[in-house]
């Protein structure tokens, strides 16, 4: 049983440039949350994704922004990256409803 | 909101030790609370979880007791090896309360030496 998969490991981008990430989520499960874990410190909430909708946002400006896709992956968008962006990027998926969530490796974005 | 406090690291410890990590939350509802651990360059990995007041939680020889009077959840290991090394995250989620995200602590950094 495969777990929630993330593509790609690692990424180079400059300041002002666009990035999309992708995730799959483990089999079963149809709600996706994204996470920005900055070094050193915990993971930030982005937002989770139901049902294609975006269900919960957290303190993260419009230049991020998602998708979720009828077979329940999901993508992370990211506009005019700004150094700051700099960071892993952690998907998790779970079943509704349910408060447990399991995490794929991450993409590791750089920003120069 | 929901938060989470946890104790500041790094934490040395020689092989053998005792392991405690405290972990502090606010919460206006009802979490389930977590720990998680995330090894060098690995993303997170469920290592126990509570979901109401005195339950515990166990894992790999991990614990920790969801303590709803001292709104506490510290994690605890009786012999560490060196393979317990990495970062360690005490979260909390509250859906009845229609908070379907993890909040997480900032983390404790522990190092196990042989």
């Known amino acids: 049983d495969a777990g929630v998969t993330q593509s790609p490991t690692h990424l180079i981008k400059t300041r002002g440039q666009q990035v999309t990430l992708r995730c799959s989520p483990k089999s079963g499960h149809d709600t996706v949350s994204w996470y920005q874990q900055a070094l050193g410190q915990g993971p930030q909430f982005i937002f989770q994704?139901?049902?294609?909708?975006?269900?919960q946002r957290g303190n993260f400006p419009d230049r991020f922004s998602g998708h979720q896709f009828p077979n329940y992956s999901s993508e992370l968008n990211v506009n005019a990256l700004l150094l700051g962006d700099s960071a892993l990027y952690l998907c998790a998926s779970s079943p509704d409803r349910q408060e447990t969530q399991y995490f794929g490796p991450g993409t590791r974005l750089l920003v120069l | 909101g929901n938060s989470v406090t946890q104790m500041e690291g790094p934490v040395t410890l020689s092989e053998e030790a005792f392991l405690t990590i405290n972990c502090t939350y606010t919460a206006t509802g009802y979490p389930s609370l977590f720990w998680y651990v995330q090894y060098p360059g690995e993303g997170l990995q469920l290592l126990l979880k509570?979901?109401?007041?005195?339950d515990k939680g166990s894992n790999k020889g991990f614990e920790a007791t969801y303590r709803k009077e001292t709104t506490s959840f510290h994690l605890e290991k009786g012999s560490v090896q060196v393979s317990d090394s990495a970062v360690y995250f005490c979260a909390l989620s509250d859906q009845y309360s229609n908070d379907y995200k993890l909040s997480f602590g900032a983390g404790t950094t522990v190092t196990v030496r042989a």
């Open positions: 994704y139901y049902e294609e909708e975006e269900r």
């Open positions: 509570a979901t109401k007041a005195d």
